[in-house]
């Protein structure tokens, strides 16, 4: 059975910066795409960065210059550095790796359970 365990999250005040890591257990055959998505009070799941297995990244425009992520194939795990949080940065954030099982199978969408972060003075 596939899991994505998070870890890090919680509150910080404007300006602070937080943690998330995030690491993939179970049998797998490969890891394609893994990253960060949030979704905050009334609004959609929005993406905040992906990392493809080459070290690609796509960060949301609102986190640019402001997140990091970074990828250890070899652990199966994926981190997000954020700094200069903002208010309008709270919101559930959630792990995404697309997966692939086995090589007879087609890769699936998997997601952790969701970490809160909240930014607030």
């Given at each position: 059975q596939v899991q994505l365990?998070?870890?890090?999250?919680?509150?910080?005040?404007?300006?602070g910066s937080l943690r998330l890591s995030c690491a993939v257990s179970g049998n797998i055959f490969s890891i394609y795409p893994m990253g960060?998505?949030?979704?905050?009070?009334?609004?959609?799941r929005e993406l905040v960065a992906t990392i493809t297995t080459?070290?690609?990244?796509?960060?949301?425009?609102s986190v640019?210059?402001?997140?990091?992520?970074?990828?250890?194939n070899a652990k199966n795990t994926v981190a997000?550095?954020?700094?200069?949080l903002k208010p309008e940065d709270t919101a559930v954030y959630y792990c995404h790796a697309n997966?692939?099982?086995?090589?007879l199978r087609?890769?699936?969408?998997?997601?952790?359970?969701g970490t809160q972060v909240t930014v607030s003075s």
């Open positions: 365990v998070e870890s890090g999250g919680g509150m910080v005040q404007p300006g960060w998505y949030r979704q905050a009070p009334g609004k959609q080459g070290g690609s990244i796509n960060y949301a425009n640019k210059g402001r997140f990091t992520l970074s990828r250890d997000l550095q954020m700094n200069s997966i692939r099982l086995s090589i087609p890769s699936a969408e998997y997601w952790g359970q």
